[in-house]
């Protein structure tokens, strides 16, 4: 299959075109920040979502099977726009599509947007009600905190408090649902045949909850470091 993975210099869009790649597809990885060392046959392309058009996109898509869409920003900043990442590029990414005759596409969003009222997550909402209007077969993963063997976002955070002296213990901490990153790729890959069911909202989730302060305990057993003094962090207070 021709694939083209969108935002593909992050984790998870890393670890799929690695994958993708292994298994003999043909991958066309797009971002906007430069290829990272080790694509191999992955060819890399320049692409900002937020600020891209339909016909930007168009050329990308030329030969697609299928697209991976893991584009996103955490909050707006300068040079960051939730709104033009994940609503009005993906606006434009299904324009695209419909017009290429590209059928399947697999959206990355996350665990609970439809339940918060930060700009990260009305714009992903948003994002993913163009979807399911779209007429596309797609398929939208919702996965909640992804670790893996490397560090990225949130999980670099933690692994950051694990190697502490003392362990920080924050009140007013969520239980978290860790999914593995090889789970979450293989999904991906799952949902990108076309024989496979679309038009599903699925909720990526491990079967055990943790809390915050177990997480960084057992981040501190995986890097075979020894149990330290927990000490509590006042709400209000952030290290």
């Not at 040079?79 to 599509?97: D, F, N, Q």
């Not at 949130?154 to 990153?181: C, F, I, Y």
Request: hydrophobic share 45%.
């Amino acid at each position: 299959m021709h694939i083209l993975v969108i935002g593909a210099t992050g984790l998870i869009s890393s670890a799929v075109c690695a994958r993708l790649a292994v298994e003999g597809h043909d991958v066309l990885a797009a971002s906007r920040h430069p290829a990272p060392a080790g694509l191999g046959e992955v060819r890399h392309v320049s692409l900002n979502l937020a600020s891209a058009t339909q016909s930007d996109l168009l050329p990308l898509l030329a030969k697609a099977d299928g697209v991976v869409n893991c584009a996103g920003t955490l909050q707006d900043a300068p040079g960051e726009s939730t709104e033009g990442v994940h609503h009005r590029g993906v606006a434009a990414l299904i324009k695209a599509c419909c017009h290429q005759g590209v059928r399947r596409l697999v959206h990355l969003s996350a665990i609970g947007v439809q339940r918060e009222t930060t700009s990260f997550s009305a714009t992903k909402h948003a994002g993913e009600d163009c979807i399911m209007a779209s007429g596309l077969e797609w398929v939208i993963l919702r996965p909640s905190v992804v670790i893996g063997r490397s560090a990225y976002g949130g999980t670099a955070l933690m692994r950051g408090l694990a190697a502490l002296p003392l362990q920080p213990v924050m009140s007013h901490t969520g239980p978290l649902q860790l999914v593995w990153l090889d789970d979450v790729v293989k999904t991906i890959v799952f949902f990108l045949h076309p024989a496979t069911p679309s038009c599903q909202v699925i909720e990526l989730v491990g079967p055990r909850t943790w809390s915050f302060s177990d997480l960084v305990r057992l981040l501190r057993r995986w890097m075979r470091w020894d149990e330290v003094k927990a000490i509590p962090v006042p709400h209000g207070c952030r290290p």
